[in-house]
């Protein structure tokens, strides 16, 4: 009896996976990782391990679903979706998962940047080619990876420490007047390196005082929850400068219950926050109501961008190790036109 249920088991399976009925394979963290509709023959197919951070923002919901509108069967791919649910075990397990299935190519957007060695070595091992994504990883031998596609995320807080800069020029507001706080991502992941190591230069140029930095993962619930924690510990808060667009809606979440106003009359007691990504609705809504007054723009359509690079890889072209990708900086606030970082203009648009 209980041989003839599993056989109909495994027969009900064989048909799901022939038939094409499977839907984007979602993570766990035992690193079972799943597999996105497969349409006609496997055979032709170039598989594909991704191994993503998690869904901790608007900003990587949309790279997600770029990176799976990019690797679709209809486009050649076959392609292994696994979320690390911010968590770098899980992400080494995936990167395991995948060599075992013998993918062509894994695809990683890591998490932080430190600890990949050992798992990039079992890859290279394993002759499969590591493309990385969005943050970077610090390793021994950069052979260990094939090339990586992303942001600058030091020139994007450069951005916006300038504008904050030009802002304080306009408005004739001295540099110890400013009273910041940092709302920092992910510990030890690139966005939060650069981003933390742009403001830390510009405190130490403009003569502004950091008040406290902490992490809030870049998440809304936690930068709720560490904006309020800075709201009781210093009352002089001035500006908030929050990592991404998540952690600044949170924030003013926080500044608002303690009956303070967002905005960028600092003079008159706003509080003005600033941020980074400016991808979602809420985030162009909230930019052009002055509710974040500056946003360092951060791109997350690198789906077109990886699947080009194996494309090309599967034809023999090397790809450049590093590819920037372009990006501005909005704001709704008059007072400054453009940045120019090491010689270099960016407009400031109204997003
Ligand atoms: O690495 C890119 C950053 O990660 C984005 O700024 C943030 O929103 C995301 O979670």
């Given at each position: 009896m209980k041989k003839s249920y599993l056989t109909i088991i495994t027969l009900i399976l064989l048909f799901l996976s022939i038939s094409g009925c499977g839907t984007y394979g979602q993570a766990s963290p035992s690193g079972d990782a799943g597999r996105q509709s497969q349409g006609g023959d496997d055979e032709q197919l170039i598989t594909v391990g991704f191994s993503q951070v998690g869904a901790e923002s608007d900003w990587r919901n949309i790279n997600t679903d770029s990176m799976k509108e990019s690797f679709c069967p209809e486009n050649g791919y076959d392609l292994i979706y696994d979320d690390g649910q911010q968590k770098q075990h899980n992400q080494i397990t995936a990167i395991r998962t995948f060599i075992q299935k013998d993918v062509d190519y894994i695809v990683l957007a890591p998490v932080?940047?430190?600890?990949?060695d050992t798992v990039l070595t079992e890859a290279r091992d394993a002759d499969i080619p590591v493309i990385l994504v969005d943050r970077m990883v610090n390793v021994?031998?950069?052979?260990?990876?094939?090339c990586w596609v992303g942001s600058d995320f030091e020139l994007e807080g450069s951005k916006v420490c300038e504008w904050l800069n030009g802002f304080c020029r306009a408005n004739h507001?001295?540099?110890?007047?400013i009273n910041i706080v940092n709302i920092k991502?992910?510990?030890?992941?690139s966005a939060e390196l650069g981003r933390s190591k742009a403001l830390r230069t510009a405190v130490n140029k403009y003569?502004?005082?950091?008040l406290d930095e902490r992490s809030g993962e870049f998440t809304q619930a936690k930068g709720r929850e560490v904006m309020t924690q800075f709201l009781k510990q210093h009352?002089?808060?001035?500006v908030v400068y929050s990592e991404n667009d998540n952690e600044a809606f949170g924030a003013i979440e926080a500044i608002e219950a303690e009956g303070r106003k967002v905005g960028s009359d600092i003079k008159h007691g706003e509080i003005m926050v600033l941020a980074f990504d400016g991808t979602s609705d809420q985030a162009v809504e909230a930019v052009r109501s002055g509710r974040i007054t500056c946003i360092g723009e951060c791109n997350p359509l690198h789906g077109p961008r990886v699947e080009k690079i194996i494309r090309n890889l599967s034809e023999g072209i090397v790809p450049d190790k590093y590819e920037y990708v372009d990006e501005g900086i909005f704001s709704a606030?008059?007072?400054?036109?453009s940045v120019i970082i090491d010689g270099v203009s960016y407009g400031v648009r109204v997003p």
């Open positions: 932080i940047e430190d600890g990949w021994n031998d950069p052979d260990l990876f094939t507001i001295s540099g110890s007047d991502g992910t510990e030890g992941a003569g502004w005082n950091l009352k002089n808060i001035n606030d008059e007072s400054v036109n």
